[in-house]
Nanobody, 121 residues
Framework: QVQLVESGGGLVQAGGSLRLSCAASGRTLYGMGWFRRAPGKEREFVGTINMSGDRTYYTNSVKGRFTISRDNAKNTVYLQMNSLKPEDTAVYYC????????????????WGQGTQVTVSS
């Protein structure tokens, strides 16, 4: 397994930006994903990036606003979030999958502890 630690969450006004980081240790050649859970809602897929970092896939609600990238030399994955909306408020989790990439939470076997993102209107 790989150990994951997220950082970069916080409070931001609508229209603002945040960049989340996910530092990985252990075996790091994994596809990576970002998920989020809003209060009272199910966990939601946000986006995923393949092992080499040249392919990404996003849920429709964040396309054009969020960008996932990775720096394998630093064992870190990033989620750049622009044009944030109040409905983006959630705890954001990064996760690692042995697959190249995946939008399915049940295909991820390592999860971080989460970081809170709050977007005020």
């Amino acid at each position: 397994q790989v150990q994951l630690v997220e950082s970069g969450g916080g409070l931001v006004q609508a229209g603002g930006s945040l960049r989340l980081s996910c530092a990985a240790s252990g075996r790091t050649l994994y596809g990576m994903g970002w998920f989020r859970r809003a209060p009272g809602k199910e966990r939601e897929f946000v986006g995923t990036i393949n092992m080499s970092g040249d392919r990404t896939y996003y849920t429709n609600s964040v396309k054009g606003r969020f960008t996932i990238s990775r720096d394998n030399a630093k064992n870190t994955v990033y989620l750049q979030m622009n044009s944030l909306k109040p409905e983006d408020t959630a705890v954001y989790y990064c996760a690692a999958t042995r697959n190249s990439w995946s939008a399915r939470g049940d295909e991820y076997d390592s999860w971080g502890q989460g970081t809170q993102v709050t977007v005020s209107s």
